[in-house]
Each structure stands twice: as structure tokens, then as C-alpha cells.
């Protein structure tokens, strides 16, 4: 998942950007409301945390200005002032969320994992497909019942095809949902890290679950309809 | 119930019932008067009749009617009557109908006869007429003869002019009743129609509330009398709501200053504990940092609250102000320097009496200002002018993206032109403490801002070079 952090404390940005990494989100980190704009409509976000006061333009017109142009990404506001009148204001400027300062962490890191998911319109914190499960709140995997050892990046990924069984999913969408932008476009890291998936999710159970579709992308499903028809 | 349309409708009337009373009144008593006139007249002629037609004869008097006009004398008419006495007051004639009583006796000379009312034994009321005259001598008396003195009584019923002063009455009080009435139906409808704006200004402002303190009373529309109050209040409002958004501004700026280093410590802590290998020295360093801004800040805080109260102990003396600028600018040159800024200097040999430290302050907070936010390659001049007994101090800086409006809340607490807190460097109560530390002397300081440029003027009171060391009172920067 992707996620771009708009704050303009340095420290509780670094904070923050290295919780939600550590939590294994791929993070942009924008320190005012011009570069907030430019990276959000210029980047496919699975959510936005957004403070509200910001150098240069605010946080609330940062959210006005996207909304205005369409973009429907998850946002969390995330700001200082409490009053009722700020949240009301807020969340009519269209924020799908609010959390006021001094939060906690795990608030923060469930509140962003629950704007992920509402990416996919997944409501229950376990993603089955077959018998692959991913329990995306204990960030484990099961096939066939028994736990799969995955790094983070693997589990990343999985849980990214996960939540859009039976869809093609290209390595661009990859690179960008998972990958910060620091990976080389003409690097193999996205096959990589499929084929060492496949390796281990296929230990207890051989029967393939991420099929390739030539030049288009992955797609994780039960059985593929192309290996049913044959 | 004490409401001005009340109290009004109720003086109106009031007043308008009696000059409407005063007036009718004037009006029935004149046409009274004009009515009894012309019977008193009539009565007159009559009178002049009785006398004209009496005769002195030789041993007697006779009393002779021949026209018509004496026809109220009549038995059958009945509505006039006389009675003539002599000198020695017997009765020489009479009216018929008279006959077995007499006539009251109210007699007047013949240039000013009596007139009064009063009622015949038979009840009738009537008006009459007594004087004195001489009867004319009978023809056949020589012109010699003595001539005797008469009293004539004349009695007229007063029926018809009762009659007549009854309907006038009436009539006078029917349009009074009339009057009064359509007065009252006018006056609700007119003191309703022209009290309008009045009550429309009072339900406006009793429904101003802390959260409608945008809301003014449109001017334009109402009468002369209430623009000096819907003016006032406008600006009351005004002033009011100004308040208002300063002191939610304060709070909101408050609680940021406070909720962002907390946020900050909060979440550096609960990183460390979910991932024990993030922390490093630098993070000790991070939270001793917010640590030292939030104590700050509380430290800011409790001066500025302490100011507010006047609780801060002055040790006023004299301070000559050239070396005290030199030593607050010096520490500041080396930044000034990497801007590339241009400092000058104007300062006459002029001493200030104040306290050290809070003008040590005043001034490191000015030109800390001035050398934050000129922007690279700009000016920031300092002006020092005695003048009297006061002496002031200018610092003026070149300023970018500033406007009039910001410098109306420069010295509010907390307020930055930037409404984030990037950094932490500038905690927004710099220029707060300054005022009330200028306050704390006696001092004025005030901001202005004219064509891109930001002057900071600090008038106080002038302190004598008397006893300072010759380099410190001839010190020119």
C-alpha cells in the first residue's frame, strides 16, 4: 500500500513516515500543501495522511483542490485543532477520516490500514482466496491451514493481489503500491519477488494461485480459467 | 408591559384628548357666547319696546303693544314678560301672565343694564334684562312737566337657546367622540408602521449570539434617529467579533503549539517501543529538543501571563541607547551578513530610562524579527530620535508577501504570517512580550507597515547621559 504523508513538523514526519514504512507502506512524504498537490496528482495513493495547518496552502484547501479534480483518494486529516465546528468542517470538505494530535501510533497505523482497505471496498481484516488466507491485522499468511514465512515486501505483495482477487494486476501498479520510488524501472524486482512467492506459498499445497498473464501483469485466483479449460 | 408603542399611544391620546377637549370646549363656549349675545340683543330690543311703548300721563303710567313684535307679551304666546316699577318701587305695569308675584328686581342703568337667568314661579326658565329709564311724556303734558324715573324688568323664556345650546353640545361632542376615535384607529397603525424599524433593530439584536457576531444592522435603511445607534453597535459588533476570533485564534494557536511537540514525543516513544531498533542517540536528541521548545514556551508563557498581571519587578535606570543597540545587534550581525542584509544606523546621543533587561529583550526580539524575515539583499535601518522628554526608536525592515491586515495582528499571541508551525525556532509570543514588556515601563510600541516596508516604533522615556561614561553617551553606531 501507498500512502503519502503531508506534515510540516520535520519530526513527527520522519516519525511518522518511519512507523508507516516499518508497518510495510510504501511512503511519500510531502512538508507543505504545494508539494502535497503535486505528488497526489501526480502518484495513485491508497490513502493521505493530511495535516491541516501547512506552509504555503492548508491542508483543507490541499483536500478541496483534490476532491475538485476527481481524485477520491482516502484521506486522514490529521491536525491540532479539536473543536467539533474543525472536524465538522473537515470531513464536509470531504476527509474520510480525523484524528487529532497527540495521537496514538497504533491508532494512527489501524486508521490508515482501514482507509487502505476501504481502497478495495474490504470490510473483514481476512482476505481468503481458496485455500490461501491472509490475516491482514496479525500480517500472516496460511495455505491450506499451515503458516507461510514471507519478508515483508512478500507479504506486502500478496496482500496487494489479495485484495483484488481475479484481477490482472500490472508490475507498474506493483511498483507503485509497494515499491517507493527509489527502485529502478528497468529492474526485475517485481518478478523476483512473485516467482520467490510462488516458491513459498506452493510448499503446502502445489496447486498455483499467482498466474502470469503475458505482458499484462499477475493475477492471483483459486484456479485459473485458462488451466480449467484444459 | 413597558413598551415604547404603549407608552407613546398612551401620551398621544392623552395629549390629544385634551387639546381636542381644550379646543371644542373654546369652540362651544364661543358659539355660546355669540348665541347669548344675540338673545341678550333681542332681550335689549324688547326692552327699548316696553320702554318706547310707556307713557307718563298726568298722575299715571300706560304701556301700549302695537306691533307684532310684542306678541311674546301675549296671554296666548305667554314667553315674554315685564314689570315696571316707580321710584318708590310700586308696580305701575306688568305683564298679564305675571299677575300675583313679581318680577326679581335686578336693576342696571340704561347704558349698562343687568342681565341673568333665573326661573319664574311657574318654573320657566328665562333670561332677563333690568335698568332704568325715563318714560316720554304723554302728548298732551307740557314739555315742563317733571319727568319720573321707571325700573323695567324684561323676562324672555330661554327655551330655545337652552334648546339651541343642547344640540350644540352634541353635535360638539359627537365630533370629539368622532375624532377621537378615527384618531385612535390612525395612531396604532402609524406608530406600528413607523416604530417598525425600531422593533426590527431589537429582534436583530436579540438574536446575536457569540456564533452570529458577522451579523450588522443595515444603516441604509433606517431613519436618522437609530443610524447613530446601528452605527455603534456595528462597531461594537464589530470590535466584538475581532475579539472573539482572536481569542478562538489564541486557543486553536494554543492548543497547536502544545498537541504538535506532544505528538512529537508521543509518537518517537511509541516508535521506539514497537521497534526497539529504531531508537538511536538522535532520537534521545529529538525528544530533548521538543523537551527544551515546550519548556519555551511554558517559560514564554508565564513571563507574558506575568506581564499581563503587572507583576514584573522593574529596575528602572538610565541606559544610553546607542551601546544597548550595539550590543543587541552584534550577536545578530554574522546572520544579517550571510542575507546579505544592509543594516544603517541614525542614532543620537540619547539615554533611555527603562529596565535593562526587558529593553535588552524588546530590542533582541525586533531585530531578531527584522534578520528572520527580511528577505536576502534587503535593508533594516534604525532611527533613534529624542524629542522632549521622550525619546523613540524605529526599526524598519523591507518585508515580503506582508499586508496592512498583518500588521493589525502582529502582536497577537501566537500569530505568524505562516499559519503552520514549520520549525520551531519562532514560538509566535516574541512580539506579544515585547509589547507588554514595553507596557511594564511605560513605554508605546507600535508596528507599521507602508509600501513593503515594516517599522517597529518603541517611544519611552528619556533618561538623562548625566553620570554615563563619555564613550557610552557619545556612542553613534
Redesign the interface.
Known amino acids: 500500500m501507498r500512502v503519502l504523508l503531508v506534515e510540516d513538523s520535520h519530526r513527527l514526519r520522519e516519525t511518522l513516515a518511519s512507523a508507516l514504512r516499518r508497518s510495510g507502506y510504501a511512503v511519500d512524504l510531502a512538508a507543505d500543501g504545494e508539494e502535497a498537490l503535486s505528488l497526489a496528482t501526480s502518484n495513485a495513493y491508497d490513502a493521505i495522511v493530511l495535516d491541516i495547518m501547512l506552509p504555503k496552502v492548508d491542508g483543507l484547501e490541499v483536500l478541496q483542490r483534490l476532491r475538485r479534480q476527481g481524485n477520491a483518494t482516502h484521506v486522514l486529516l490529521l491536525t491540532a485543532r479539536d473543536a467539533v465546528q474543525d472536524r465538522v468542517d473537515g470531513l464536509q470538505k470531504g476527509a474520510d477520516d480525523y484524528l487529532v494530535k497527540p495521537f496514538s501510533l497504533e491508532e494512527l497505523l489501524a486508521r490508515v490500514q482501514a482507509l487502505c482497505r476501504r481502497v478495495y471496498n474490504q470490510k473483514e481484516p481476512s482476505l481468503k482466496i481458496g485455500d490461501l488466507e491472509v490475516d491482514t491485522v496479525g500480517r500472516r499468511v496460511l495455505r491450506a491451514g499451515q503458516p507461510i514465512e514471507l519478508t515483508m515486501r512478500e507479504y506486502l505483495l500478496i496482500e496487494y493481489l489479495a485484495h483484488r482477487p481475479g484481477q490482472i494486476v500490472s508490475r507498474a501498479e506493483i511498483e507503485a503500491h509497494i515499491y517507493d520510488d527509489q527502485i529502478d524501472p528497468m529492474s526485475n524486482v517485481v518478478d523476483s519477488a512473485i516467482c520467490s512467492l510462488r516458491k513459498k506459498i506452493g510448499t503446502a499445497n502445489p496447486a498455483p494461485l499467482i498466474h502470469t498473464r503475458r505482458g499484462l501483469g499477475y493475477v492471483l485466483e483459486a484456479a485459473s480459467p485458462l488451466v480449467a479449460t484444459l | 408591559m413597558n413598551s415604547i408603542r404603549l407608552r407613546l399611544t398612551r401620551k398621544l391620546l392623552l395629549g390629544l384628548v385634551l387639546l381636542l377637549g381644550a379646543g371644542l370646549l373654546t369652540i362651544y363656549l364661543s358659539v355660546r357666547a355669540a348665541l347669548v349675545t344675540e338673545f341678550d340683543n333681542a332681550l335689549w330690543t324688547k326692552a327699548l319696546a316696553v320702554t318706547t311703548g310707556t307713557e307718563q300721563e298726568a298722575d299715571r303710567f300706560s304701556v301700549r303693544f302695537s306691533d307684532r313684535f310684542m306678541r311674546g307679551f301675549d296671554n296666548q304666546v305667554a314667553t315674554d314678560f315685564f314689570e315696571i316699577w316707580g321710584v318708590d318701587g310700586t308696580v305701575v305695569g306688568r305683564s298679564r301672565m305675571i299677575e300675583g308675584f313679581d318680577l326679581p328686581r335686578r336693576i342696571g342703568s340704561f347704558d349698562s343694564p343687568k342681565y341673568w337667568n333665573f326661573r319664574l314661579d311657574s318654573g320657566l326658565p328665562v333670561r332677563g334684562i333690568g335698568f332704568d329709564f325715563t318714560p316720554r311724556l304723554a302728548p298732551r303734558l307740557p314739555k315742563t312737566t317733571p319727568r319720573a324715573k321707571l325700573s323695567l324688568v324684561v323676562a324672555v323664556d330661554r327655551h330655545p337657546l337652552i334648546e339651541t345650546l343642547f344640540k350644540l353640545k352634541l353635535i360638539i361632542g359627537g365630533c370629539g367622540v368622532l375624532l377621537l376615535g378615527a384618531t385612535v384607529g390612525l395612531l396604532r397603525p402609524i406608530l406600528r408602521t413607523e416604530l417598525h424599524p425600531l422593533e426590527r433593530l431589537g429582534e436583530q439584536a436579540a438574536r446575536i449570539t457569540a456564533d452570529s457576531l458577522a451579523t450588522r444592522f443595515p444603516v441604509d435603511v433606517l431613519p436618522t434617529e437609530l443610524v447613530p445607534i446601528a452605527t455603534r453597535l456595528n462597531d461594537l459588533l464589530a470590535r466584538l467579533q475581532e475579539s472573539f476570533e482572536r481569542e478562538r485564534r489564541f486557543s486553536?494557536d494554543l492548543?497547536?503549539e502544545?498537541?504538535?511537540p506532544?505528538?512529537?514525543?508521543?509518537?518517537?516513544a511509541?516508535?521506539a517501543i514497537?521497534?526497539p531498533d529504531?531508537r538511536n542517540p538522535s532520537t534521545d536528541e529529538?525528544i530533548v529538543?521538543?523537551a527544551a521548545h515546550m519548556e519555551g514556551m511554558v517559560r514564554r508563557m508565564l513571563v507574558l501571563a506575568h506581564s499581563e498581571r503587572g507583576q514584573l519587578a522593574l529596575c528602572r535606570e538610565d541606559i544610553a541607547i546607542g551601546p544597548m543597540v550595539d550590543a543587541v545587534w552584534r550577536p545578530l550581525a554574522e546572520r544579517a551578513e550571510g542575507k546579505r542584509l544592509r543594516a544603517t544606523f541614525a542614532i543620537q546621543p540619547a539615554a533611555v530610562s527603562a529596565d535593562p533587561v526587558l529593553l535588552r529583550s524588546i530590542l533582541a526580539n525586533l531585530y531578531d524579527n527584522a534578520v528572520e524575515y527580511s528577505p536576502s539583499g534587503g535593508e533594516i535601518s534604525t532611527v533613534v530620535l529624542p524629542a522632549g522628554d521622550r525619546i523613540s526608536l524605529s526599526i524598519t525592515n523591507s518585508v515580503e508577501g506582508f499586508t496592512e491586515a498583518d500588521s493589525r495582528k502582529l502582536f497577537d499571541r501566537f500569530w505568524r504570517k505562516?499559519?503552520?508551525?514549520?520549525?520551531h525556532e519562532h514560538s509566535g509570543l516574541g512580539l506579544s512580550l515585547a509589547r507588554e514588556f514595553s507596557r511594564a515601563m511605560d513605554f508605546e510600541l507600535t508596528a507599521a507597515f507602508d509600501q513593503g516596508r515594516l517599522t517597529f516604533t518603541l517611544v519611552g522615556v528619556r533618561g538623562s547621559l548625566t553620570g554615563l561614561a563619555v564613550a557610552e553617551s557619545q556612542f553613534v553606531i
Open positions: 486553536a492548543a497547536h502544545l498537541r504538535t506532544l505528538a512529537e514525543l508521543r509518537s518517537l511509541e516508535c514497537k521497534w529504531s529529538e529538543a521538543i505562516e499559519a503552520s508551525r514549520t520549525g
